[in-house]
């Protein structure tokens, strides 16, 4: 039996008619050595547009009419693409997320993969079909279409090579392969021939959109090979798998930035056991994530907690923090949109110090301010106002030698 091959193509990839036909010629081409299922994003900015349009009728839009709504520009991509195929002469089929057997739980708009059950992708590859899988999206225990959050076309392409036990996850996009930091904004960025999960989950989890940072959780655990390269061209791009090791010592391999988060601050706490708990746990009761997180030191007995949460989120974080507030007999909730979190990221960071301080300081000379500070083994996180960002990412990227 043929090795099986999952390809997944991004909203650019299929944005018109020329690419669709595009994208079936590549698809066709794979066809002729593998058994290939397909995994497509909405054409372009369609999920951008729907949100928008649905935010123009209901600013706050029912979390499963909005699944609803959503799930239907992944659709489209499928069926159009499945047309293409067809009238090359190939065989293919298109599913939906729920039809290829992806379940999910019921977080409406950012749901969990819980499990696979590929039955029907099987069998049509066992008629010899091209199996192309609506990404984005899985069916909830109530029955109900969700989708999996931003970018999650990535998430079923991943899971579902790791179920089908892929040889090789193809995700093609408009550049070609990983760069040391976002190409669209530093030209001189350099394309990675190979980075580690570690690293590119801390990349993608500090805003690097090239890919979600949850597929990269799965393609871990499941040991799925990943190829990041360009739908347009034939070179190739990035792998993504076990860690490499290095020739040379690289400390950096990458820099990113995300100006999707917001900070918000608590003021004047009481500073009493179970205060952080009651805070987060309210947040996370409604399914809000919270990224950096600092506490000042108490005086008087006082304090203020600060973080940071998605942009999308800050309404939401703002009235259940507002509540606490006066429960609390806390001062005033603060928040902050104008800000923008950088990142280094390097595995070589495990075993050189030193480099926190000389990202700072590199920050300072450029007098760009630092709000806030997270750090993980192979990654520095600092959050500065959002006018500093294009700046602080070309010095940075500069000053670690990855230019
Ligand atoms: P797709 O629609 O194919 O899923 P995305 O727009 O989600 O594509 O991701 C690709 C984009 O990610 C690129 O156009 C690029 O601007 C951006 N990007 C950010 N950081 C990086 C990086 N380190 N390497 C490559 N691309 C990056
Ligand atoms: N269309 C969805 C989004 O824009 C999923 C994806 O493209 O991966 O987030
Ligand atoms: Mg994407």
Same mark, same amino acid.
């Given at each position: ?49 729907? @949100? ?79 199996? @192309? ?91 799925? %090979? ?7 061209? %034939? ?55 919270? %990224? ?20 999308? %989120? ?5 009235? @259940? ?56 083994? @192979? ?25």
């Amino acid at each position: 039996m043929l090795d099986l091959v999952v390809m997944k193509f991004g909203g650019s990839s299929v944005a018109n008619t020329e690419k669709i036909i595009n994208v079936a010629t590549r698809v066709t081409d794979k066809s002729k050595k593998y058994r290939v299922v397909v995994v497509v994003s909405a054409p372009g900015d369609m999920t951008d547009d729907l @949100i928008d349009k649905a935010k123009s009728i209901n600013e706050s839009p029912d979390p499963r009419e909005m699944d609803m709504l959503l799930a239907t520009g992944e659709m489209q991509s499928i069926a159009l693409l499945s047309m293409a195929i067809k009238s090359k002469g190939f065989n293919a089929i298109s599913l939906t997320g729920p039809q290829a057997g992806i379940y999910a739980d019921s977080v409406h708009t950012k749901a969990k993969i819980k499990k696979i059950r590929p039955k029907k992708i099987v069998t049509e590859l066992q008629k010899g079909k091209i199996v @192309i899988v609506a990404g984005f999206q899985g069916l909830n225990p109530n029955d109900d279409i969700a989708t999996l959050g931003r970018g999650g076309s990535d998430l079923t392409a991943v899971a579902l090579a790791a179920a089908l036990k892929a040889k090789e996850c193809e995700i093609y996009t408009d550049v070609n392969g990983v760069y040391t930091t976002d190409p669209r904004l530093i030209p001189e960025a350099k394309r990675l021939d190979k980075i580690s999960y570690d690293e590119m989950l801390e990349l993608a989890g500090v805003g690097s959109q090239v890919m979600m940072s949850r597929s990269i959780e799965v393609a871990k655990k499941y040991n799925v %090979d990943i190829h990041v390269r360009s739908t347009f061209s %034939d070179a190739n791009g990035t792998i993504i798998t076990k860690e490499v090791p290095k020739m040379e010592d690289v400390v950096v391999s990458g820099v990113a930035y995300d100006k999707n988060e917001a900070k918000l601050s608590v003021t004047d706490i009481p500073d009493k056991p179970g205060i952080a708990a009651k805070i987060f746990g309210a947040l996370s009761k409604k399914n809000i994530n919270v %990224d950096m997180i600092i506490q000042s030191a108490a005086r008087e007995k006082y304090n203020d907690i600060s973080f940071t949460v998605s942009k999308n %989120d800050l309404k939401n974080a703002t009235s @259940i923090l507002k509540q606490i507030s006066r429960t609390l007999n806390a001062g005033p909730v603060i928040y902050d949109e104008n800000v923008a979190k950088i990142s280094i990221v390097g595995i070589g960071m495990r075993s050189h110090s030193g480099v926190a301080a000389k990202m700072f300081k590199i920050l300072a000379n450029e007098g760009i301010n630092i709000q806030m500070i997270s750090t993980s083994e @192979i990654k520095i996180s600092c959050i500065i106002s959002n006018k500093d960002t294009n700046r602080a990412v070309r010095i940075l990227h500069k000053q670690f030698g990855l230019g």
